[in-house]
């Protein structure tokens, strides 16, 4: 996918984002509502100032992205994947021991996305693999 197309993907995005904010403010959730609406203006404004801030050190003629900036990216997906299982283990441990039981657990639910983000991990890293 292009940036280009990357970008008007986001901006779809946000914008069916603050339609759902509007629609839940005009059905009576106008606290929900007002959160929707408020996060993607939010998103909207960091994101123009981060693409301005890019343009112009562009235009100084830094490259903004060179391999440094990929690896120290791919250094935290991977720490914070690696955080996320662990704590979520974690949490699921002990909240299959010590946790009250309930008719619907929320501790097999984080168990269950758990494992969904571990699979989809090991999926995009053979796919990524044999590309390369």
């Known amino acids: 996918m ?3 197309n990357r970008g008007v993907l986001s901006y779809i995005v ?11 403010a005009q059905a009576g959730n106008i606290a929900f509502g007002a959160g929707l609406m408020a ?12 693409q301005t801030r890019i343009r ?10 060179d391999e440094r900036v990929w690896f120290v990216a791919g250094r935290a997906a991977y720490y914070t994947y690696v ?13 299959s021991v010590w946790g009250p039981q309930v008719l619907v ?3 097999n639910l984080i168990g269950i996305s ?4 571990v699979l989809l991990y090991i999926g995009f890293y053979y796919y990524f693999n044999a590309q390369s």
Request: aromatic share 8%; hydrophobic share 60%; no cysteine.
């Open 2 to 4: 292009s940036t280009k």
């Open 14 to 24: 946000l914008l069916l984002l603050f339609g759902i904010g509007l629609w839940q």
């Open 39 to 50: 996060a993607a203006v939010a998103v909207l404004a960091v994101t123009a100032i981060k």
């Open 56 to 65: 112009r050190l562009e235009a100084q003629g830094i490259n903004v992205y």
């Open 83 to 95: 955080t996320y299982a662990l704590g979520s283990a974690l949490v699921v441990l002990l909240g």
């Open 105 to 107: 657990n929320p501790y």
């Open 114 to 117: 758990l494992s969904i983000l």
